[in-house]
T-cell receptor
Framework: QKEVEQNSGPLSVPEGAIASLNCTYS??????FFWYRQYSGKSPELIMF????GDKEDGRFTAQLNKASQYVSLLIRDSQPSDSATYLC?????????????FGKGTLLTVNP | EAQVTQNPRYLITVTGKKLTVTCSQN?????MSWYRQDPGLGLRQIYY???????DKGDVPEGYKVSRKEKRNFPLILESPSPNQTSLYFC??????????FGSGTRLTVV
């Protein structure tokens, strides 16, 4: 079983719609969850992190975490063409393994004008 | 400005010629790590360091070496590069509680 799984996409949404990106993870000891955005040929950029069950909102972005279901998601409201990128889910176990950030392979999002 | 600086950004080399990719961070982060990114395989951790003189293997360490003599620097060394090490490489650093901040990347081609 892959440690962090994401639908590779592409996920295509019209401008102004809500984009929903999903991620599941296999390690129940995971404690920290991150969403990165990566434009083609560029480095990953941290956009959200969440540690506790529930929702966390930051501007147009909302991260949702359900540890019981081992599921984390990212919602992007009022999607813009500039949001077109690959979104990477990353999971950190914490404690003695705090160094290890394991990434999913990413979901390619395309926002159509 | 808080950042992770990698050099060079692009590098073409020949099989077997030793090379070093430098990485430096100015955020006083404890953790540093090297990742490689390949199409269809995603980001894979090569080596990581939890502090000065403390390094360990990640998921794909074969063919690579690292050192952490100073907190801010974490160079990646390819003693004898091979074509299968052609990839996009990222250095990253993190504090105890945060996610990694990534450098701009080094695109390496080994011919």
């Amino acid at each position: 079983q892959k440690e962090v799984e994401q639908n590779s996409g592409p996920l295509s949404v019209p401008e102004g719609a809500i984009a929903s990106l999903n991620c599941t993870y296999s390690d129940r000891g995971s404690q920290s969850f991150f969403w990165y955005r990566q434009y083609s040929g560029k480095s990953p950029e941290l956009i959200m992190f969440i540690y506790s069950n529930g929702d966390k909102e930051d501007g147009r972005f909302t991260a949702q975490l359900n540890k019981a279901s081992q599921y984390v998601s990212l919602l992007i409201r009022d999607s813009q063409p500039s949001d077109s990128a690959t979104y990477l889910c990353a999971v950190k176990r914490g404690g003695g393994s705090n160094y290890k950030l394991t990434f999913g392979k990413g979901t390619l999002l395309t926002v159509n004008p | 400005e808080a950042q992770v600086t990698q050099n060079p950004r692009y590098l073409i080399t020949v099989t077997g010629k030793k090379l070093t990719v430098t990485c430096s961070q100015n955020m006083n982060h404890e953790y540093m790590s090297w990742y490689r990114q390949d199409p269809g395989l995603g980001l894979r951790q090569i080596y990581y360091s939890m502090n000065v003189e403390v390094t360990d293997k990640g998921d794909v360490p074969e063919g690579y070496k690292v050192s952490r003599k100073e907190k801010r620097n974490f160079p990646l060394i390819l003693e004898s590069p091979s074509p299968n090490q052609t990839s996009l490489y990222f250095c990253a650093s993190s504090s105890w509680v945060g996610g990694y901040t990534f450098g701009s990347g080094t695109r390496l081609t080994v011919v």
